[in-house]
T-cell receptor, first 112, second 115 residues
Framework: KQEVTQIPAALSVPEGENLVLNCSFT??????LQWFRQDPGKGLTSLLL?????REQTSGRLNASLDKSSGRSTLYIAASQPGDSATYLC???????????FGKGTRLSVIA | DTAVSQTPKYLVTQMGNDKSIKCEQN?????MYWYKQDSKKFLKIMFS???????INETVPNRFSPKSPDKAHLNLHINSLELGDSAVYFC??????????????FGPGTRLLVL
């Protein structure tokens, strides 16, 4: 059964810093891995999806990497801004046709 | 245009009542899901539904039942509500649920409070 862990649980950085959020998963037989953003009281917004055959995906200031062999993914945020403040969730499916298994998230605060 | 919508946004009700949460997606997706986010913000799958067929039921109580009148809708019915049912419920959809190679799109959530 897939288990997803995210470290750290919370992170506070000054504006402009580059930062890395970590995600680990126990079952490497995954089709893909997704990173989501959740703002307080809001739903989830998909940020990046990395297919199992890919090593990284980029969208603007965001870069997500995937290392299936070690069961790890990272989300890199460049030049952080106060608007980046949110909870970032990593999610991976079990192998087969099961839905996503989520980590508990990293709560990011970017201080102006 | 909202891709995945849920109603109501907030739901406050008494223990023992029966309630429903509606979900609609206008993306033409084949698979829809219900997730529960508890007080500790942990998000867990409850159901996934593909072409009127329940694919996965993650051992939720049978008081919870998904109902799909058509491909674009997956409603969640909850009978005999309990205090522990208080949570945020998210609906989601994806193009192909049999092999999850596509992004899942989430609704804004329904905040349920059982008194």
């Amino acid at each position: 059964k897939q288990e997803v862990t995210q470290i750290p649980a919370a992170l506070s950085v000054p504006e402009g810093e580059n930062l890395v959020l970590n995600c680990s998963f126990t079952d490497s037989a995954i089709y893909n891995l997704q990173w989501f953003r959740q703002d307080p009281g809001k739903g989830l917004t998909s940020l990046l999806l990395i297919q199992s055959s890919q090593r990284e995906q980029t969208s603007g200031r965001l870069n997500a990497s995937l290392d299936k062999s070690s069961g790890r993914s990272t989300l890199y945020i460049a030049a952080s801004q106060p608007g980046d403040s949110a909870t970032y969730l990593c999610a991976a499916p079990n192998s087969g046709n099961t839905p996503l298994v989520f980590g508990k998230g990293t709560r990011l605060s970017v201080i102006a | 245009d909202t891709a995945v919508s849920q109603t109501p946004k907030y739901l406050v009700t008494q223990m023992g009542n029966d309630k429903s949460i509606k979900c609609e997606q206008n993306l033409g997706h084949d698979t829809m899901y219900w997730y529960k986010q508890d007080s500790k913000k942990f998000l867990k799958i409850m159901f996934s539904y593909n072409n009127k067929e329940l694919i996965i039921n993650e051992t939720v109580p049978n008081r919870f039942s998904p109902k799909s009148p058509d491909k674009a809708h997956l409603n969640l019915h909850i009978n005999s509500l309990e205090l522990g049912d208080s949570a945020v419920y998210f609906c989601a959809s994806s193009q192909d649920g049999t092999t999850p190679r596509e992004t899942q799109y989430f609704g804004p959530g329904t905040r349920l409070l059982v008194l």
